[in-house]
């Protein structure tokens, strides 16, 4: 039978009872309130977006480096992210590792087609993606190719600073206001879309022929519109159903009624001699009614916001549309 002495009974009891004690003795913590963070508007666009937009030039482009060779060339023509690609430019020619460039393409000559704005607006120059140096040798410089806008590189691709580009923010508003009035601005032509597309919505980015000459700006909101009745792709020609006879629709054997139900509206008679206002002349026609009427109001179909300007040219992103968008229609600075 284990006998403990006085003492070490003492000291037993100590041991197990520090738990207690450091339980006691250890303070609750304060419940704490984190606050949410409010979140500020908002960007356009994105950098993969805002630097694979691409742009018209006016001026002729400089002599640029350009993409002479690739590590793997030997068994591709297209490169991507990661690979590593020539450049024939070294320390002679001004180049340091770790230097970034953008790389562009040049695709050809845009030429302005609208009655606002005709003749040469400049090239379409391509945003392919961007690298960074990695060698240098004397003549000529390893790179890697950092990032690629959908489009492969390709030998003969030039090399240009990267555009400092800064993304406008969003609007906090939800709608577009279809009927707003003219602003009276600058209006122009939404005359080219990114990939050749022909409709375009929400997020897709566009080029108008708006530019520097006409005090446009980086961040500058316009309004897309066009006539009212004009643009779709369909279009409906055979709207007047009804025969065009000089009195009454009954059927040509049992007479089993007075008008068709899809006939137009009668003609009101009153402008010949004697009628006394009787509704029994030819149907009135859709464009009859339309070849009369006040001037309209204008039918808003979306909203642009510019991210970069050129001289006789902007690029833009699509922020909002409430209908069918496409090349042609017109824009409006807000």
């Known amino acids: 039978m284990l006998r403990l002495s006085f003492s070490s009974f003492l000291l037993v009891s100590f041991l197990l009872a520090l738990p207690v004690l450091a339980t006691a003795q250890t303070p609750t913590p304060t419940p704490q309130v984190i606050a949410p963070v409010a979140k500020g508007p908002l960007q356009v666009a ?42 024939n430019a070294g320390s002679q020619q001004g180049i340091k590792d770790g230097q970034n460039f953008q790389i562009i393409r040049p695709r050809g000559d845009v030429k302005g087609v609208h009655r606002q704005k005709k003749g040469f607006l400049g090239t379409y120059v391509q945003d392919v993606g961007e690298l960074t140096v990695i060698h240098v040798r004397e003549n000529v410089s390893e790179a890697q190719i950092v990032t690629s806008c959908g489009d492969m590189v390709l030998l003969g691709d030039l090399l240009t600073t990267i555009p400092d580009r800064v993304s406008p923010l969003q609007r906090t508003e939800t709608d577009i206001d279809r009927f707003a009035n003219p602003t009276g601005k600058q209006t122009g032509r939404l005359m080219m879309a990114k990939d050749s597309r022909e409709m375009v919505s929400n997020n897709d980015v566009v080029y108008i022929d708006l530019g520097v000459e006409d005090n446009v700006k980086a961040g500058d909101y316009l309004t897309i519109y066009r006539p009212l009745g004009t643009g779709n792709i369909t279009r409906f020609d055979d709207e007047e159903q009804a025969r065009n006879r000089a009195t009454g629709f009954q059927s040509n054997r049992f007479r089993g009624g007075g008008f068709s139900t899809e006939g137009s509206r009668a003609k009101d008679s009153t402008a010949f001699v004697n009628a006394e206002g009787r509704y029994r002349y030819r149907p009135i026609t859709t464009k009859e009614v339309k070849r009369h009427r006040p001037s309209m109001p204008r039918k808003v179909v979306g909203e642009m916001v510019i991210i970069d300007v050129q001289t006789r040219t902007a690029t833009a992103i699509i922020t909002r549309a409430v209908g069918e968008v496409h090349t042609g229609d017109w824009v409006e600075i807000q």
Do not use: M
Request: hydrophobic share 35%.
């Open 46 to 87: 994105g950098h993969s977006k805002l630097y694979c937009a691409g742009y018209i030039r006016l001026q002729r482009l400089p002599r640029l480096h350009e993409i002479v060779g690739a590590l793997d060339e030997q068994e591709q023509r297209t490169f991507s992210d990661g690979e590593i690609v020539y450049i």
